[in-house]
């Protein structure tokens, strides 16, 4: 008997979806992740009644839409502790050193032997076990958990700018040498810009790292707010739908973190074969 009211609530959100996949139209695109997010959580609020499933092991979408709802100033704070001054800052801070320092790499062959090395083994350390040391070098607020951003996205970010540094076309650089350009000229007019694609596609992957280093940062210690302190206390005080609520506020600056990226790289990166879709 529970299968014929879930049917009948996937089976008219199919069947649009089905049509709608047959029209080329933006709308279309735009209609159909939302029907089928819908979906989703209308099977999630159907099966957590039907199967009685405690609140403890996975509330409801509408609880969390309520306990979303009623903690908007709680969840504002931990968001602007945790995304805008851990997240943003260390991702900021990483990206820029990483790109000083490709730059630095690509010009000095015995720097590309040395840091690469050195920055892959960086890469390699568990978050679990150099969040607690930031935390002690740098204290319990926001800086700490900007540091431990940093060491998460300084590699991706450095790998890929080395990579794009490189990606120049070799009769291009022949041709701008042949010009006696400098190597500064040369960088900013020629391989810098060819450069981008490769770190848009190091800033995109590192988005997430940022949010999820900042988070779990917060759980080694933090000021009495943050989305990874919040979080450890409502689950110790069993406050499921709050701890979902923080999910949500982190997927949606997530989302929104890398959809304002790749919006910026396909300005920068226009002339570029992948922007001309």
Do not use: C
Not at 86 to 115: E, H, K
Not at 210 to 221: D, H, K, P, S
Request: glycine letters at 8%; a positive charge; charged letters at 10%.
């Amino acid at each position: 008997m529970m299968l014929l009211p879930l049917a009948m609530i996937l089976l008219p959100p199919l069947a649009l979806n089905i049509w709608l996949a047959r029209s080329p139209s933006p709308v279309a695109r735009v209609l159909i992740p939302v029907i089928f997010g819908a979906t989703l959580l209308a099977v999630w609020e159907y099966a957590v009644g039907a199967f009685g499933i405690p609140a403890v092991i996975l509330p409801a979408p509408s609880a969390i839409g309520a306990s979303f709802a009623a903690n908007i100033p709680l969840l504002w704070g931990d968001f602007v502790q945790t995304i805008l001054k851990g997240a943003l800052s260390g991702w900021l801070i990483g990206a820029t050193l990483a790109v000083a320092v490709a730059v630095l790499i690509d010009r000095s062959p015995f720097l590309q032997r040395g840091l690469l090395p050195i920055g892959n083994f960086v890469a390699a350390l568990p978050i679990v076990g150099i969040a607690p040391i930031l935390v002690m070098w740098f204290g319990f607020d926001w800086q700490s958990k900007a540091a431990v951003v940093v060491v998460m996205v300084f590699f991706p970010i450095l790998v890929n700018m080395v990579e794009g540094l490189k990606a120049t076309d070799a009769l291009a650089r022949d041709q701008i040498a042949a010009w006696g350009a400098s190597y500064g000229q040369a960088l900013v007019k020629l391989r810098l810009p060819h450069a981008m694609p490769f770190l848009f596609n190091g800033l995109k992957i590192t988005t997430t790292l940022a949010l999820i280093g900042a988070i779990v940062a917060e759980f080694f210690g933090s000021p009495t707010r943050g989305m990874g302190f919040r979080i450890s206390t409502a689950v110790g005080q069993l406050n499921m739908a709050l701890v979902w609520a923080e999910i949500l506020v982190a997927a949606l600056a997530g989302t929104a973190f890398y959809g304002i990226v790749a919006l910026i790289e396909r300005r920068v990166t226009f002339w570029h074969p992948s922007a001309r879709r």
